[in-house]
């Protein structure tokens, strides 16, 4: 490329140029030029030329040979910014104003991007020439690959930044002695750099772990050149703690083990979180007795041990009779007291062995293995420890110089291998811890097939239940009641249940299940309307429209908080005459809730409602 123009086509030849001076000197720097071009064709970094426009003038093969493109492609059709990065673009954008007007720039840095997409690290050094005018005409400009220098400088900024992390970091030679460590090492183990040096990481060995751990730790770095696990080590302080230990080692191209890096960080707190994680998961936060889920699991493990040896086992499941009267008269902080307590005497109780939990509220699960290979052996073996558990919880418990008593009902089934699954053993249990409590309490029972083939029927009974009213199979009868001189005054309503399988149910068969399932509100709520319903209908007539019909009502039901608001609504809606409706009470209700069920029936009564008390003398 010429700083100026070409010479004059019709100078004649032989005759001395107008400025001959001039001319010489321009066919000199042609030549100068043209040598510098041949030159940079053979050097080891990038060079070239770009015109006032920007467009590259010339390029040699070094940088073609980084950008990936041919010199057809650039010359006179490309611009830096088509090889520039974002940000390299627009500090390139800003630098070519002031080399115009400076004439140079140098130690520029500028990532170039290759056709391939390849990034690569400059250094720019760039020199403006103009013509005798002072025109800027080109520039040329070399760069030199610097990208190995920068990754160089970027891996240095991280390993220091890595270095100098919360991680301890310890370097050892090819021989295990330490040669470096980090900050963070010093904070961790209390050990400076200077006391580290020249030791070997045995500086911190806690005595914890015998020979033959770091025996295998040195095989595995050998065989894979990678270990990693937990280590308990000692603190200068002479404090033991646990930490994750990962090391690795370091070899060079020809394969030679040259140094060891191990980072680790402290996992104390961690290992104390996930004990406490544990000991909420498995154990009861009262009695610290292990809870259902911990239960569960060594129960399963007691029916494969049975299964392997041939013993029988033993579940006692226990509850305390009358618990709910001491908390609700003492409160609960009193009532915690006494559950720890028999927890501590229950495990005074047993073997070693055998596992004591609590399955929630007062309700403790013994459960006893290695008993007898023989049934009825076994069988004894469980009752005398029901014995010893019921003569441990009668002694008496002394809180602020006052003593309290109490009793216990334990329900027992044995278990064998895998005949019964874990559930069915603990419900089986359940069923005659029930029998103790419906026979008169403080006593042991032991399961027997006749007390579930009982829950089964219950159980179907109660889902019978659950339809009958929605079939209308339940009916009111009318038991006439009688004056002295057999007039009819009025009428019993009589609750029965007509199913159509199993014919007419006994109300002592369906009634209690009621009251233990709820089902007794809605029950009773469909017997109040329909007995108001009744005595609607018998208002229109004059044989009948003086009697007084009677309804009984649960306890349940009536300390309902809405019971009086229920009765008012069904009899606004049913235009039954209130003063021809009679509740009947049980002894126990009135007992039981005296100031409650006394405001309740001031309110009925004020409605017009009377009351009678059903089986009286039968209970108190």
């Given at each position: 490329?010429?700083?100026?123009?070409?010479?004059?086509?019709?100078q004649?030849?032989?005759?001395?140029?107008?400025g001959g001076?001039?001319?010489?000197?321009?066919?000199?720097f042609?030549?100068?030029?043209?040598?510098?071009?041949?030159?940079?064709?053979?050097?080891?970094?990038?060079?070239?030329?770009?015109?006032?426009?920007?467009?590259?003038?010339?390029i040699?093969?070094?940088?073609?040979?980084?950008?990936?493109?041919?010199?057809?492609?650039v010359?006179?059709?490309?611009?830096?910014?088509?090889?520039?990065?974002?940000?390299?673009?627009e500090?390139?954008?800003?630098?070519?104003?002031?080399?115009?007007?400076?004439?140079?720039?140098?130690?520029?840095?500028?990532?170039?991007?290759?056709?391939?997409?390849?990034?690569?690290?400059?250094?720019?050094f760039?020199?403006?020439?103009?013509?005798?005018?002072g025109?800027?005409?080109?520039?040329?400009?070399?760069?030199?690959?610097?990208?190995?220098?920068?990754?160089?400088?970027?891996?240095?900024?991280?390993?220091?930044?890595?270095?100098?992390?919360?991680?301890?970091?310890?370097?050892?030679?090819?021989?295990?002695?330490?040669?470096?460590?980090?900050?963070?090492?010093?904070?961790?183990?209390?050990?400076?750099?200077?006391?580290?040096?020249?030791?070997?990481?045995s500086l911190?060995?806690?005595?914890?772990?015998?020979?033959?751990?770091?025996?295998?730790?040195?095989?595995?770095?050998?065989?894979?050149?990678?270990?990693?696990?937990?280590?308990?080590?000692?603190?200068?302080?002479?404090?033991?703690?646990?930490?994750?230990?990962?090391?690795?080692?370091?070899?060079?191209?020809?394969?030679?083990?040259?140094?060891?890096?191990?980072?680790?960080s402290?996992?104390?707190?961690?290992?104390k979180?996930?004990?406490?994680?544990?000991?909420?998961?498995?154990?009861?936060?009262?009695?610290?007795?292990?809870?259902?889920?911990?239960?569960?699991?060594?129960?399963?493990?007691?029916?494969?041990?049975?299964?392997?040896s041939?013993?029988y086992?033993?579940?006692?499941?226990?509850?305390l009779?009358?618990?709910?009267?001491?908390?609700?008269?003492?409160?609960?902080?009193?009532?915690?007291?006494?559950?720890?307590?028999?927890?501590l005497?229950?495990?005074?109780?047993?073997r070693?062995?055998?596992?004591?939990?609590?399955?929630?509220?007062?309700e403790f699960?013994?459960?006893?293995?290695?008993?007898?290979?023989?049934?009825?052996a076994?069988?004894?073996q469980?009752s005398?420890?029901?014995?010893?558990?019921?003569?441990?919880?009668?002694?008496?418990?002394?809180?602020?110089?006052?003593?309290?008593?109490f009793?216990?009902s334990?329900?027992?089934?044995?278990?064998h291998?895998?005949?019964?699954?874990?559930?069915?053993?603990?419900?089986?249990?359940?069923?005659?811890?029930?029998?103790?409590?419906?026979?008169g309490r403080?006593?042991?029972c032991?399961?027997?097939?006749?007390?579930?083939?009982t829950?089964?029927?219950?159980?179907?009974?109660?889902?019978?239940?659950?339809?009958?009213?929605k079939?209308?199979?339940?009916?009111?009868?009318?038991?006439?009641?009688?004056?002295?001189?057999?007039?009819?005054?009025?009428?019993?309503?009589?609750?029965?249940?007509?199913?159509?399988?199993?014919g007419i149910?006994?109300?002592?068969?369906?009634?209690?299940?009621?009251?233990?399932?709820?089902?007794?509100?809605?029950?009773?709520?469909?017997?109040?309307?329909?007995?108001?319903?009744?005595?609607?209908?018998?208002?229109?007539?004059?044989?009948?429209?003086?009697?007084?019909?009677?309804?009984?009502?649960s306890?349940?039901?009536?300390?309902?908080?809405?019971?009086?608001?229920?009765?008012?609504?069904?009899?606004?809606?049913?235009?039954?005459?209130?003063?021809?409706?009679?509740?009947?009470?049980?002894?126990?209700?009135?007992?039981?809730?005296?100031?409650?069920?006394?405001?309740?029936?001031?309110e009925?009564?004020?409605?017009?409602i009377?009351?009678?008390?059903?089986?009286?003398?039968?209970?108190?």
């Open positions: 490329m010429k700083a100026t123009g070409q010479r004059q086509a019709d004649t030849p032989g005759e001395a140029p107008p001076i001039q001319l010489g000197l321009e066919q000199q042609a030549a100068l030029e043209a040598e510098l071009d041949s030159l940079y064709e053979v050097v080891p970094f990038g060079c070239h030329s770009l015109g006032p426009d920007g467009t590259y003038l010339c040699n093969s070094k940088e073609l040979e980084w950008l990936g493109y041919t010199r057809e492609e010359i006179g059709k490309m611009k830096p910014a088509d090889f520039l990065t974002p940000d390299g673009n500090k390139f954008r800003q630098l070519f104003p002031r080399l115009i007007k400076n004439g140079h720039i140098e130690n520029i840095e500028l990532e170039l991007k290759g056709k391939d997409g390849t990034t690569r690290q400059t250094l720019l760039a020199t403006a020439i103009n013509d005798t005018d025109q800027f005409l080109m520039s040329r400009s070399v760069l030199f690959d610097i990208t190995a220098r920068s990754r160089a400088e970027n891996e240095q900024r991280i390993a220091a930044i890595v270095f100098n992390t919360h991680e301890g970091i310890i370097i050892t030679d090819d021989h295990g002695v330490i040669i470096r460590v980090n900050p963070a090492f010093t904070k961790l183990t209390g050990y400076s750099e200077t006391e580290a040096v020249g030791h070997k990481p911190l060995q806690s005595g914890r772990h015998g020979p033959e751990f770091y025996q295998r730790m040195w095989a595995a770095l050998k065989k894979k050149g990678f270990w990693q696990g937990e280590v308990w080590n000692r603190r200068k302080n002479g404090k033991i703690y646990a930490e994750w230990l990962t090391i690795s080692a370091v070899v060079s191209p020809e394969g030679v083990t040259t140094n060891y890096v191990g980072t680790f402290d996992i104390t707190k961690n290992k979180a996930a004990a406490e994680i544990h000991r909420l998961a498995y154990y009861d936060a009262l009695t610290h007795l292990p809870n259902r889920v911990l239960l569960s699991d060594r129960l399963a493990q007691a029916l494969a041990g049975g299964q392997r041939g013993h086992g033993a579940l006692l499941i226990l509850d009779d009358n618990f709910k009267k001491l908390n609700d008269t003492r409160g609960h902080a009193v009532g915690d007291l006494m559950l720890a307590e028999i927890a005497r229950l495990l005074n109780v047993i070693e062995d055998d596992t004591v939990a609590r399955m929630g509220g007062d699960v013994i459960m006893l293995e290695g008993l007898s290979t023989d049934a009825a076994a069988a004894h469980a005398l420890v029901g014995d010893k558990v019921l003569k441990a919880i009668a002694q008496p418990f002394t809180h602020e110089n006052q003593e309290f008593y009793t216990a334990i329900g027992s089934c044995l278990f291998g895998h005949d019964e699954p874990a559930e069915s053993l603990l419900k089986q249990a359940d069923l005659a811890l029930h029998k103790v409590k419906s026979s403080n006593a042991l032991f399961f027997n097939p006749a007390m579930q083939t829950q089964d029927e219950r159980s179907s009974l109660e889902n019978n239940l659950h339809h009958a009213l079939h209308s199979q339940l009916h009111l009868h009318y038991q006439p009641q009688m004056d002295a001189g057999r007039h009819i005054i009025g009428a019993e309503a009589l609750l029965r249940w007509a199913h159509p399988e199993r149910v006994p109300p002592d068969d369906f009634i209690p299940l009621a009251e233990d399932t709820g089902m007794i509100l809605p029950i009773g709520r469909w017997v109040i309307a329909s007995a108001c319903a009744q005595l609607k209908t018998w208002s229109t007539s004059p044989l009948t429209q003086e009697l007084v019909l009677a309804v009984n009502v306890s349940r039901q009536f300390n309902q908080p809405d019971f009086v608001a229920e009765v008012r609504q069904i009899l606004n809606e049913s235009g039954a005459d209130p003063t021809r409706l009679k509740i009947e009470l049980t002894e126990s209700i009135v007992i039981d809730n005296f100031a409650g069920i006394t405001a309740q029936m001031l009925l009564k004020n409605l017009g009377s009351f009678s008390m059903d089986d009286f003398g039968t209970g108190f």
